[in-house]
């Protein structure tokens, strides 16, 4: 198998990352620094990546998580806040969140071992849209509804067009179901601050056609066949 797959279906990294990875000496085959981008990966080969052995590719596996607030989705955090993937206690295949999530936003996460699976699905281009239900600090006015959804300025970036549905609103607050097709950091939040509101609970409870559904605050379960394909199909 060709290297940089055989490091991609371990779970280390994306391909691309691979292939930096190996050109810039990282990685090392039986002992010898490998900066061959085509190495054909032979069985009993030894690949060593960081100074990490990697056995033989793991199966994939694909996870739902209904992630509570407070925990973060990168691996390490100098707040020492626990992480997403700890919550998924007898997994053993070393799984990592697609994508983002605020560690004060809770909600649907997908976790996998699959590299390949997770950058397709997190890339930008392929547009895979996420429902959020999102409880703001004040009324929200019609002005402010048509500025969500034509799209607003987010520090230099106008936001593209998204589904915002009202559910209900208040004379001091306000939910609303928000539909984005695109994934800049912390972009939710970010919209409601550009008309003048404060997001004080956050939840993604769809991605594409993926439902959080009835799961509980950190409860996971198996993604099935089917929406593991539909996920690929989306992200093509
Ligand atoms: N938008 C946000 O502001 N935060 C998230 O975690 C996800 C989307």
């Known amino acids: 198998m060709r290297l940089n797959k055989y490091i991609a279906q371990a779970g280390i990294?994306?391909?691309?990352?691979?292939?930096?990875?190996?050109?810039?000496?990282?990685v090392k085959i039986n002992g010898a620094?490998?900066?061959q981008l085509g190495y054909d990966v032979q069985d009993g080969d030894v690949v060593v990546v960081n100074g990490q052995t990697i056995?033989?590719?793991?199966?994939h596996v694909y996870y739902m998580l209904n992630k509570p607030v407070g925990y973060i989705t990168t691996n390490d955090d100098e707040k020492g806040r626990p992480t997403a993937t700890s919550l998924l206690t007898d997994v053993t295949a070393r799984v990592f969140p697609v994508g983002r999530l605020d560690a004060n936003t809770s909600g649907l996460l997908i976790l996998t071992?699959?590299?390949?699976?997770?950058?397709?699905?997190?890339?930008?281009?392929?547009?895979?849209?996420?429902?959020?239900?999102?409880v703001v600090n004040d009324h929200v006015s019609n002005d402010a509804l048509w500025d969500l959804r034509n799209?607003?300025?987010?520090?230099?970036?106008?936001?593209?067009?998204?589904?915002?549905?009202?559910?209900?609103?208040?004379?001091?607050?306000?939910?609303?179901?928000?539909?984005?097709?695109?994934?800049?950091?912390?972009?939710?939040?970010?919209m409601f601050e550009a008309v003048g509101l404060k997001v004080l609970q956050l939840e993604r409870v769809a991605e594409?056609?993926?439902?959080?559904?009835?799961?509980?605050p950190g409860s996971y379960r198996k993604l099935s066949p089917a929406e593991v394909e539909y996920l690929?199909?989306?992200?093509?």
Do not use: W
């Open 208 to 216: 594409g056609r993926l439902q959080l559904g009835r799961l509980k």
């Open 55 to 59: 056995g033989k590719p793991e199966k």
């Open 232 to 236: 690929k199909g989306e992200s093509k």
């Open 13 to 26: 990294c994306s391909r691309r990352k691979a292939d930096e990875l190996t050109e810039a000496g990282k």
């Open 33 to 35: 620094v490998c900066r």
């Open 113 to 134: 071992n699959d590299g390949e699976f997770a950058n397709a699905v997190a890339h930008p281009s392929h547009r895979i849209e996420k429902t959020y239900i999102a």
């Open 151 to 190: 799209g607003v300025d987010i520090g230099g970036y106008k936001t593209r067009p998204a589904v915002v549905n009202m559910i209900a609103n208040e004379s001091h607050a306000a939910k609303l179901e928000i539909i984005i097709s695109e994934g800049k950091n912390r972009q939710v939040r970010r």
